[in-house]
């Protein structure tokens, strides 16, 4: 039989999360680093492995002024290729288990996702003189976004995937003809 607690004297509390909740997150990072880990492969076969116009990307460049103001020695390069989804079925993450907050129970799938809809993928290079730790610690310090992209008004990171990448969002405004963008990396 259970005791009723004397006045002035509180319940226990069931305990919040314990170790199911430890698993749950275990689970979802290692998941997470495995999406990191499949992402960076992809990129890197993009950025090192396909050439360029004969295998779809076609250089962008800025008006003459752009480039004089912004690019002037000229070491910049900008490739644009439009792409379907490379994973073939819908991004939408399939976790283990189920139950979190933010997840769609385990099963996963988007019904909008469109597998032949294409995207817009650019890739950059650029020489910045500088140490590769210094740069990245620069660009992921979300209070220098302002400094490094004065397009962008609004920005804030979503979530930490690994301990070297993020997800961020970002808002830049119109500009003349171009329609106001959300953006996600």
């Keep these: ?18 170790l199911g909740a430890l698993a749950s997150r275990r689970r979802r990072a290692r998941d997470f680093d495995r999406v990191s880990l499949a992402v960076e ?23 003459k002024l752009m480039r004089k103001k912004f690019n002037r020695d000229g070491n910049v390069k900008c490739y644009l290729k439009w792409m379907t989804d490379s994973r ?6 399939k976790l283990e288990g189920g139950g979190d907050d933010d997840d769609d129970g385990g099963g996963g799938g988007d019904p909008n996702f469109d597998p032949d809809r294409e995207h817009a ?17 620069y660009l992921s310090d979300a209070s220098r976004v302002p ?17 070297h990448s993020k997800i961020t969002w970002g808002r830049c405004p119109q500009i003349l003809f171009i329609k106001p963008r959300d953006f996600v990396t």
């Design 1 to 18: 039989m259970a005791q009723e607690p004397a006045a002035g004297q509180q319940q226990p509390q069931p305990q919040q999360g314990g």
């Design 147 to 163: 400094e490094y992209n004065s397009l962008v008004e609004s920005h804030r990171d979503l979530e930490d995937v690994s301990p």
């Design 88 to 93: 073939g079925e819908s991004p939408a993450p």
């Design 121 to 137: 993928c650019v890739k950059v290079y650029a020489t910045i003189d500088a140490p590769l730790e210094d740069v990245c610690l």
């Design 41 to 63: 492969k992809w990129a890197e076969r993009l950025l090192f492995e396909e050439g360029g116009e004969e295998d779809g990307w076609r250089e962008v460049s800025c008006n």
